[in-house]
């Protein structure tokens, strides 16, 4: 007798850490609840407690969740971290969310003029060097057991379009959208699949009314939701996306296509 198939998209006995997972009404906390719910066990992290908080959330729910303050800018808080991950089994699913502003150190912005050379090491380290750091952590446990899921949340600012003021910011987006196509050719053979999330004007706790004002402006008439770009990441999670690798998925209500703004 044949047993019945899993549902798609279900990654029940996945374990899945997702960075960046602090803020109730972000795109990290949204990944994880989404993943939560396709059946994955879930590890959180941030710099701020207020990461437990999400987890309990989860827990509230019936699901498996747990969460690890740490300093992704600290290369012995991601051995830390990654540690404790493998000692839960080890992690199939990264998403790597972290970046562009914390709770603990605001952001790093400014021209090319305004940038300084600590301005500018600040803003790789945070939105690109954390990204490499946790998933080099990850990477030879997922090739080694021939399964693997890595998502990067980029931004469309960098690889896609660029405005000024932002000049160290919009390099390390670029950087990391880089990064996930050379990852992907390094463990394609692997079974672990490496892509990236670009997200436009997404309305977050971080959006200014600027940016909202201008999600107003996309061809879908809005900004987006933290909960869409969940969506796009955890598709890239699945079982289902195997064959999907290197690719640099856009969330923007199609704002990037259009060459005339609406006002």
């Not at 493998?86 to 699913?93: H, S, T």
């Not at 201008?214 to 969506?231: F, I, K, L």
């Amino acid at each position: 007798m044949t047993q019945p198939s899993r549902p798609p998209f279900d990654l029940t006995g996945r374990l899945a850490l997702v960075s960046g997972a602090g803020s109730a009404v972000g795109i990290g906390f949204a990944c994880a609840d989404l993943l939560a719910r396709c059946g994955a066990r879930v590890v959180l992290t941030a710099t701020t407690d207020r990461v437990h908080e999400r987890a309990q959330s989860l827990r509230a729910q019936g699901f498996w969740a747990e969460s690890l303050i740490a300093d992704l800018t600290d290369a012995a808080d991601v051995e830390r971290l990654v540690g404790h991950v493998e000692g839960a089994g080890g992690a199939d699913v990264l998403v790597n969310n972290a970046g562009m502003t914390s709770v603990v150190g605001g952001g790093e912005s400014g021209d090319w003029r305004s940038t300084d050379d600590a301005t500018w090491q600040a803003s790789l380290d945070r939105n690109l060097t954390t990204a490499f750091r946790l998933t080099r952590g990850v990477l030879a446990p997922m090739t080694a057991r021939g399964w693997g899921r890595v998502v990067n949340v980029a931004s469309v600012t960098g690889p896609v379009v660029a405005y000024p003021g932002d000049v160290a910011y919009a390099a390390a987006k670029a950087g990391m959208t880089g990064l996930t196509r050379a990852l992907a050719v390094e463990v394609g053979s692997h079974g672990v699949t490496v892509n990236a999330v670009l997200p436009g004007w997404i309305d977050t706790a971080s959006a200014t009314d600027d940016e909202r004002r201008a999600g107003g402006s996309t061809p879908v008439g809005r900004p987006g939701t933290a909960a869409e770009v969940a969506a796009a990441v955890v598709f890239l999670a699945s079982a289902e996306a195997s064959y999907v690798t290197g690719v640099m998925l856009v969330v923007d209500g199609g704002n990037t296509l259009q060459e005339v703004k609406r006002g």
